[in-house]
């Protein structure tokens, strides 16, 4: 549960800074950007491995770029469910998705180097 929420503040730090630099990420309050960011681990969990393993071969194709594509779907349909939580069109979800990620992966590699010692 710790890890979850862990997570949800990343994830909400993320989309914060994505609302910051990316034109057409948006949301109304800081109560929506944390339900954003739970209801966007929620999608992750449930809704993103089917459609990782749905377009499997479009992602070995691109090489594994069509992930983009994928996580900005599940930014967008984040947005979709969620009135405060606003992206504009793919580019936004793209530009979304790669601060968000970018950002989970920085948060992780610490966390990761806590559990070592």
Known sequence: MLRFIIQAVVTALGLWLAAQIVPGVDFTSTGSLVAAAVLLGLVNAIVR?????LT???TIVTLGLFLLVVNAAMIGLTAWFLGGFVVDGLWAGIGAAII???LSW???AFSSGERSR
Request: hydrophobic share 65%; aromatic share 0%.
């Open 56 to 58: 499997l071969p479009l």
């Open 49 to 53: 491995p089917i459609m990782v393993i």
């Open 100 to 102: 968000t990620g970018l």
């Open 106 to 108: 920085v948060a992780g």
